[in-house]
């Protein structure tokens, strides 16, 4: 089918066009034209709203960029704006309209393009670095109606990504610097926090038990943590307040 005249499409300047509910982007350049997914693969931006750059057709939003003639990414190969076949033919840019319904079977759109903002869903996959967008949409849309009216409510916690992992406690060997020790000779591994406190912190061993809030861990396990940290030599932060009386 149809989707534009050629003539009337001007050299490196995005245009819309709907097919299927599928939002294209026609581009033409030179005398060649390329259609291709209309949404940005970012956040769902109209990507004839965008412009051309070089060879890149750039979303323009946050500047995501697709290569004109395949869609990829030059910036993350991975990105991929799905293209669609396409010719002129008459003067007409034509579609092969199955090829689009069947790609929207597998891709619905949820956009509800009559009603307030319904143009501008989001419908990308977000980014690791959003990782709240989602949510903050859900509350423009539905308010506190899903939630109850304190919203969502968590247990305090740590940004479990920012502590350090197993991984990154290596021993360092020393069979380059200076001769190892034997088995049976003793390391020493202690350490003390706060040497100069009135009361400084020993450990036998460089890790402790991190802090477990009140409510999130029962009686039992705060205790067998405990004895764990005990046995092992080292401690056991109480977590906000303590639970324990020995706390
Ligand atoms: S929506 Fe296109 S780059 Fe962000």
Redesign the pocket.
């Known amino acids: 089918m149809g989707i534009a005249e050629f003539n009337e499409i001007k050299d490196r300047k995005p245009e819309h066009a709907i097919v299927a509910n599928v939002d294209l982007v026609i581009v033409r350049m030179d005398e060649e034209v390329s259609v291709m997914y209309g949404r ?1 693969l ?4 109209l990507m004839s709203d965008g412009f051309v750059r070089g060879d890149n057709l750039i ?1 323009g ?4 960029d697709y290569k004109v003639d395949s869609g990829v990414s030059e910036y993350n190969n991975k990105e991929v704006l799905p293209k669609f076949n396409s010719w002129v033919e008459g003067g007409k840019v034509l579609v092969d309209e199955d090829e689009i319904s069947s790609w929207h079977q597998e891709n619905p759109q949820p956009f509800q393009r009559d009603a307030y903002l319904g143009q501008y869903a989001d419908t990308s996959h977000g980014t690791e670095e959003e990782p709240y967008n989602g949510l903050i949409q859900q509350y423009a849309k539905d308010g506190l109606s899903k939630t109850g009216h304190h919203g969502k409510v968590d247990a305090m916690g740590v940004p479990r990504n920012q502590l350090p992992d197993w991984d990154d406690i290596q021993l360092l060997t020393a069979q380059l610097q200076k001769a190892p020790l034997l088995d049976e000779e003793e390391v020493g591994t202690e350490v003390v926090i706060g040497p100069n406190a009135q009361k400084p912190l020993k450990l036998d061993i460089p890790l402790f038990v991190s802090d477990m809030s009140f409510g999130a861990l029962s009686e039992p396990a705060k205790i067998a943590l405990a004895r764990g940290a005990e046995l092992a030599g080292t401690g056991i932060c109480s977590g906000e307040g303590g639970m324990l009386p020995e706390e």
Request: glycine share 10%; net charge positive.
């Open positions: 940005c970012h956040r769902g931006a979303c939003v946050h500047y995501w």
